[in-house]
């Protein structure tokens, strides 16, 4: 009886294709996925006062932000004065680098370092008006 209640409510079902025959779907379509490229590191760099000139200024906070491509952006704020500026790998050196800032006062800090990893370095720092400063890069 089963079988005939089945097959009876059945009867009027049909398949009926999602396409006309005859017709071929195209194969979807690939999608390229680029690599997004090197990610940004970006670093705390501590300043430690080094002369006489810089003690009154304290322990100095700095970030810089490196794109991956040898070169990034410094910053730090100095005796109430904000430094923005550039940091790049000295030619021919893996490890060495040049940071440059320009103060909002018209001060200048330059910095010299050598990363000894990936995410440490140290290296120095000194103000256009003489104090001078021992820089820590990394956490």
Same mark, same amino acid.
Do not use: K, W
């Given at each position: 009886?089963?079988?005939?209640?089945?097959?009876?409510?059945?009867?009027? &079902?049909?398949?009926?294709?999602? @396409?006309?025959?005859?017709?071929?779907?195209?194969?979807?379509?690939?999608?390229?996925?680029?690599?997004?490229?090197?990610?940004? @590191?970006?670093?705390?760099?501590r300043l430690?006062?080094?002369?006489?000139?810089?003690?009154?200024?304290?322990?100095?906070?700095?970030?810089?932000?490196?794109d991956m491509?040898?070169?990034?952006?410094?910053?730090?704020?100095?005796?109430?004065?904000?430094? @923005?500026?550039?940091?790049?790998?000295?030619?021919?050196?893996?490890?060495?680098?040049?940071?440059?800032?320009?103060?909002?006062?018209?001060?200048?800090?330059? &910095?010299?370092?050598?990363?000894?990893?990936?995410?440490?370095?140290?290296?120095?720092?000194?103000?256009?008006?003489?104090?001078?400063?021992?820089?820590?890069?990394?956490?």
């Amino acid at each position: 009886m089963a079988a005939v209640v089945a097959a009876t409510a059945l009867s009027g &079902c049909y398949v009926v294709p999602m @396409q006309p025959i005859g017709q071929v779907t195209p194969p979807a379509q690939a999608i390229a996925v680029m690599p997004a490229g090197p990610v940004a @590191q970006t670093f705390t760099a501590r300043l430690y006062p080094s002369n006489a000139e810089a003690a009154p200024y304290g322990t100095v906070a700095g970030v810089v932000t490196n794109d991956m491509n040898g070169r990034g952006h410094f910053s730090a704020v100095i005796g109430g004065e904000q430094f @923005q500026g550039e940091a790049t790998r000295v030619a021919g050196s893996q490890r060495g680098g040049i940071a440059n800032a320009s103060g909002t006062r018209g001060g200048i800090l330059s &910095c010299r370092y050598t990363m000894n990893s990936a995410t440490l370095g140290t290296g120095s720092c000194v103000l256009n008006s003489g104090p001078a400063f021992t820089m820590h890069i990394g956490d």
